[in-house]
């Protein structure tokens, strides 16, 4: 919840066998996952994790690294030494990941995906950005 007016309701989308299913982010409840991320501030993506999750193990790389066949090696290699069920991401390093051919991952890759529900005030929000949008000429 943010400010107690906006509700961030979690969904994952699980890529696996080359298919995408959303899922509720109860799929998390029981499995052992990597977290994986090249962002600014993943302290925030890893605590959400940790609480959602039933185990995690991290994988951080500097903000905007790439995902170079030698980073990918060590990823997939994480996932056997730690013993993830699952790869845990961000939509932002899916945007690069989603490249990799699905038969080299070695387990699902799930990544949350927020959504905004607004508790009071959605429609006078709609009401001010419909006025503030320039009008055509």
Do not use: M
């Not at 943010?2 to 994952?12: D, F």
């Amino acid at each position: 919840t943010v400010g107690g007016r906006i509700a961030t309701a979690p969904r994952l989308v699980v890529a696996s066998g080359g298919r995408e299913e959303a899922v509720g982010a109860e799929w998390l409840a029981s499995k052992r996952v990597l977290a994986v991320c090249a962002i600014g501030n993943p302290e925030a993506f890893l605590a959400e994790a940790k609480q959602r999750c039933g185990g995690v193990e991290a994988f951080t790389l500097r903000d905007h690294a790439r995902y170079t066949p030698v980073v990918l090696n060590r990823l997939f290699n994480a996932v056997g030494e730690t013993g993830a069920e699952a790869i845990l991401t961000t939509e932002k390093d899916w945007s690069k990941l989603r490249l990799v051919p699905s038969e080299q991952w070695p387990c699902p890759v799930a990544r949350a995906q927020l959504s905004l529900r607004f508790r009071e005030g959605e429609l006078e929000l709609q009401r001010l950005l419909i006025e503030a949008r320039p009008t055509q000429v």
